[in-house]
């Protein structure tokens, strides 16, 4: 996660932007800290980094890139607004030990439009990310990939539609997919809760689910119902600040713990399996 000192709606890249709805600072430290201790009481560990001068959307660090057991794939921003954050984010993996594997000039945005699910990378493309990058991120890092097209330019990122909660469940809002797109959930989904438009546009699939619980931005009665009926418990952090520029609990975090079996790349005998593009290791 990223500490919130720079975060502002001053410049507008998706829908939900806009500068006649400030953002009140105070409040949003505030809400980032209420999120940081949610997440920790659920089990969660949380590594932050500081965001420089002029990065006001390095708060969603979602979209930094994807994580795979130890390579960082570095995100290429469609909007030039947030390519400035690209080199501090390389710089903090890079001190850690990762190894930086690069996508090269396609554009993807990590992994806000990337989620494992069931022995897949589930992709979201249209608005942000390229279709094509899929198949790079499947020579990178071994994945098999399954794309969705996100239909509604309000969704434009995968994590705001889709929300796997367990290699059975999943939450997904099927008016922001194209119809090949929900006949793709069909197929991938044994029980999906199919969330309204309103669920939708209140963020509700952009949670994170740690072990059985839940951390949301928002969650109907219907929706915990269901939740709760499947073992699952909600715990609601308000984060409103940071919807008025289009993100919420999900996009606030990037996960550090995907595993290659998670996406389907190892190889019967356990190992990595590793794929044409040079890399390079980082120095811890």
Not at 93 to 116: K, S, V, W, Y
Not at 133 to 140: I, V
Not at 268 to 273: A, D, M, Q
Request: glycine residues 8%; proline residues 7%.
């Amino acid at each position: 996660m990223c500490e919130p000192d720079e975060f502002d709606v001053v410049y507008s890249i998706n829908p939900w932007m806009t500068r006649a709805m400030p953002v009140n600072r105070v409040r949003a430290r505030e809400q980032w800290e209420s999120l940081v201790s949610a997440l920790e009481r659920t089990g969660a560990r949380v590594q932050t980094i500081k965001s420089p001068p002029g990065s006001p959307d390095m708060v969603f660090t979602a979209n930094a890139g994807l994580v795979v057991g130890r390579t960082f794939v570095p995100a290429r921003m469609r909007h030039p607004e947030r390519r400035g954050e690209r080199p501090h984010f390389e710089r903090w993996f890079a001190e850690r030990g990762f190894e930086i594997c690069r996508l090269g000039t396609i554009i993807h945005e990590g992994a806000g439009d990337a989620l494992p699910f069931r022995g897949k990378l589930v992709g979201g493309y249209r608005s942000r990310s390229s279709a094509d990058a899929y198949r790079e991120l499947e020579r990178l890092t071994g994945a098999r990939t399954a794309t969705l097209e996100l239909l509604d330019p309000r969704y434009y990122h995968l994590d705001l539609v889709f929300c796997p909660l367990d290699d059975h469940h999943a939450m997904v809002a099927p008016s922001a997919l194209t119809e090949e797109g929900r006949a793709t959930i069909d197929a991938l989904v044994p029980e999906p809760l199919m969330l309204t438009a309103d669920e939708a546009a209140s963020f509700c699939a952009n949670s994170v689910v740690v072990g059985r619980t839940v951390v949301m931005p928002a969650c109907t009665a219907r929706v915990r119902r269901q939740l709760e009926d499947w073992g699952f418990e909600p715990l609601v952090v308000d984060v409103s600040e940071f919807q008025k520029a289009g993100g919420a609990v999900r996009c606030l975090t990037l996960p550090l713990d995907l595993e290659p079996a998670m996406i389907g790349a190892e190889d019967s005998g356990g190992r990595r399996i590793a794929r044409g593009i040079p890399t390079r290791r980082a120095a811890a």
